[in-house]
């Protein structure tokens, strides 16, 4: 990367962290304080409250992106900040539910995920934009992981109330970054490695393979958002940790959930094994929630369910992406991976609400068998998964000669050995190549791409 590549990437994953941040932090402690409000011995209400974020960011994601084609990157992701800093105020002197829904709903509506992805292309190259993507990435992993530890820290010293002031000072401080750190983009176009395309929405939705995998992205995240409508009030009344303690278990259990993920990975992407993995972690994750139903009424099985949760749920995370990568059309990546970030905020709505309904009806039982029923069927649904292909996706410049020519460079792109999808799209001047990891044409490709052969 050169630095101004450098500087941008780094600036906007640093913008997401804390935009993330301010979101990750209400994850383990919203439950236990919301219902200390009133109208919070209603768990219902406070599954609306925790979800109502992943409602409107689910239904604006996509409309703000390719807003962002039409007014800028930047407008739009100003105006989705300041929309997160008043929500979080609306939240944060909210004296009930109703206006905490309202707060939540607010935050959500500043959905901004596919305005940064698309400044990021604006900002990179193409042989430079994964990594960029990556660090956005590792941001996000990186961000929960801090906030499932500080927040019960945070919490205990300065309630609900101070979480949400600190998102909404987060959402100031990464406005800031947006005028000081990142860069304009010399010009902003449409990037269909990054950027829903309506036009292949409708391929998208009827691809059966990536339908799998938009299920398995709703089922992990709504089995998420259910599991901590009760984890924190289990840990408490059940497990009598105070709740400025819950960090002593959320930090073993992660760290080793990540720890045992980085090998997990390694051996699915290096020896081609990314179909029995990924099909190894929703077995695993089916087990935890079977777990879950059979006791988590002490700190011992809290922590030994929770541990197995983390360890599939760290692999889950890491692989669904990849695997969307490898199965999504060349030129169709980033509508696939808005399909599959729409489907995930949903999977926040739908958990919460559901949790927080079962919970309220019958306790921590009913919850903890609507997730593993969700898992369940995600395994099933799984196992009907076509092995991947060994293969990345390369993105090329193409020379403004040879953009006259696309159709025909394309056909030729395609016919070189360990090329298994070639897509040039002229109004972007890029070419997108699905090549085998080893044992590709790279240098014909190269040829064909400076224009040296025929």
Same mark, same amino acid.
């Not at 309630?159 to 010399?186: E, Q, Y």
């Not at 009344?237 to 045992?260: C, D, N, R, T």
């Given at each position: 990367?050169?630095?101004?590549?450098?500087?941008?990437?780094?600036?906007?994953?640093?913008?997401?962290?804390?935009?993330?941040?301010?979101?990750?932090?209400?994850?383990?402690?919203?439950?236990?304080?919301?219902?200390?409000?009133?109208?919070?011995?209603?768990?219902?209400?406070?599954?609306?409250?925790?979800?109502?974020?992943?409602?409107?960011?689910?239904?604006?994601?996509?409309?703000?992106?390719?807003?962002?084609?039409?007014?800028?990157?930047?407008?739009?992701?100003?105006?989705?900040?300041?929309?997160?800093?008043?929500? =979080?105020? @609306? +939240? /944060?002197? #909210?004296?009930?539910?109703?206006?905490?829904?309202? %707060?939540?709903? &607010?935050?959500? *509506? $500043?959905?901004?995920?596919?305005?940064?992805?698309?400044?990021?292309?604006?900002?990179?190259?193409?042989?430079?934009?994964?990594?960029?993507?990556?660090?956005?990435?590792?941001?996000?992993?990186?961000?929960?992981?801090? =906030?499932? @530890? +500080? /927040?019960? #820290?945070?919490?205990?010293?300065?309630?609900?109330? %101070?979480?949400? &002031?600190?998102? *909404? $000072?987060?959402?100031?401080?990464?406005?800031?970054?947006?005028?000081?750190?990142?860069?304009?983009?010399?010009?902003?176009?449409?990037?269909?490695?990054?950027?829903?395309?309506?036009?292949?929405?409708?391929?998208?939705?009827?691809?059966?393979?990536?339908?799998?995998?938009?299920?398995?992205?709703?089922?992990?995240?709504?089995?998420?958002?259910?599991?901590?409508?009760?984890?924190?009030?289990?840990?408490?009344?059940?497990?009598?940790?105070?709740?400025?303690?819950?960090?002593?278990?959320?930090?073993?259990?992660?760290?080793?959930?990540?720890?045992?993920?980085?090998?997990?990975?390694?051996?699915?992407?290096?020896?081609?094994?990314?179909?029995?993995?990924?099909?190894?972690?929703?077995?695993?994750?089916?087990?935890?929630?079977?777990?879950?139903?059979?006791?988590?009424?002490?700190?011992?099985?809290?922590?030994?369910?929770?541990?197995?949760?983390?360890?599939?749920?760290?692999?889950?995370?890491?692989?669904?992406?990849?695997?969307?990568?490898?199965?999504?059309?060349?030129?169709?990546?980033?509508?696939?991976?808005?399909?599959?970030?729409?489907?995930?905020?949903?999977?926040?709505?739908?958990?919460?609400?559901?949790?927080?309904?079962?919970?309220?009806?019958?306790?921590?039982?009913?919850?903890?068998?609507?997730?593993?029923?969700?898992?369940?069927?995600?395994?099933?649904?799984?196992?009907?998964?076509?092995?991947?292909?060994?293969?990345?996706?390369?993105?090329?410049?193409?020379?403004?000669?040879?953009?006259?020519?696309?159709?025909?460079?394309?056909?030729?792109?395609?016919?070189?050995?360990?090329?298994?999808?070639?897509?040039?799209?002229?109004?972007?001047?890029?070419?997108?190549?699905?090549?085998?990891?080893?044992?590709?044409?790279?240098?014909?490709?190269?040829?064909?791409?400076?224009?040296?052969?025929?």
């Amino acid at each position: 990367m050169s630095p101004f590549e450098f500087r941008a990437s780094a600036g906007l994953s640093g913008l997401y962290a804390l935009r993330m941040l301010g979101m990750f932090l209400v994850l383990p402690v919203f439950a236990l304080y919301a219902s200390k409000l009133p109208g919070g011995d209603n768990h219902t209400l406070v599954g609306m409250a925790l979800g109502a974020y992943g409602l409107t960011q689910a239904l604006l994601q996509l409309p703000l992106g390719m807003l962002s084609d039409r007014i800028g990157r930047k407008p739009v992701i100003y105006g989705g900040l300041i929309l997160l800093a008043i929500g =979080s105020v @609306v +939240a /944060a002197t #909210a004296q009930d539910l109703i206006w905490i829904t309202i %707060g939540r709903a &607010l935050q959500g *509506a $500043g959905a901004i995920s596919a305005a940064i992805t698309a400044l990021l292309a604006d900002l990179t190259r193409e042989e430079n934009r994964t990594k960029a993507m990556a660090m956005v990435g590792g941001s996000i992993g990186i961000t929960f992981a801090i =906030s499932l @530890v +500080a /927040a019960p #820290a945070i919490a205990a010293q300065f309630g609900l109330s %101070g979480i949400f &002031l600190l998102t *909404a $000072g987060l959402a100031v401080a990464a406005m800031l970054g947006v005028w000081k750190i990142i860069p304009d983009p010399s010009q902003s176009r449409f990037h269909s490695d990054a950027e829903a395309n309506p036009k292949r929405l409708g391929a998208v939705l009827r691809d059966p393979q990536l339908l799998r995998l938009n299920y398995g992205v709703f089922a992990l995240h709504a089995a998420q958002m259910a599991l901590f409508v009760t984890l924190p009030l289990a840990l408490v009344q059940s497990a009598h940790l105070a709740s400025s303690e819950h960090w002593k278990v959320y930090l073993p259990v992660m760290a080793i959930g990540f720890a045992l993920m980085v090998p997990a990975v390694i051996v699915a992407e290096t020896r081609n094994k990314l179909k029995p993995v990924f099909i190894a972690a929703v077995a695993l994750m089916l087990l935890a929630q079977l777990g879950m139903t059979t006791g988590f009424d002490t700190l011992a099985r809290i922590v030994i369910w929770l541990g197995v949760y983390f360890i599939a749920f760290n692999i889950l995370e890491a692989t669904q992406p990849s695997l969307i990568s490898k199965i999504a059309p060349a030129d169709a990546k980033g509508t696939a991976m808005g399909v599959y970030n729409t489907t995930q905020s949903l999977g926040f709505f739908v958990g919460s609400v559901v949790g927080g309904w079962l919970y309220h009806k019958g306790g921590t039982l009913p919850v903890h068998i609507f997730c593993a029923v969700l898992i369940g069927v995600w395994l099933i649904v799984t196992i009907g998964l076509r092995p991947p292909m060994p293969v990345r996706t390369l993105m090329y410049h193409i020379d403004d000669s040879q953009l006259g020519n696309a159709t025909n460079l394309a056909r030729q792109l395609a016919q070189l050995t360990g090329v298994k999808e070639a897509v040039v799209i002229a109004e972007e001047g890029v070419a997108y190549l699905k090549v085998l990891r080893e044992g590709w044409d790279e240098a014909g490709a190269l040829a064909l791409l400076a224009n040296k052969t025929s």
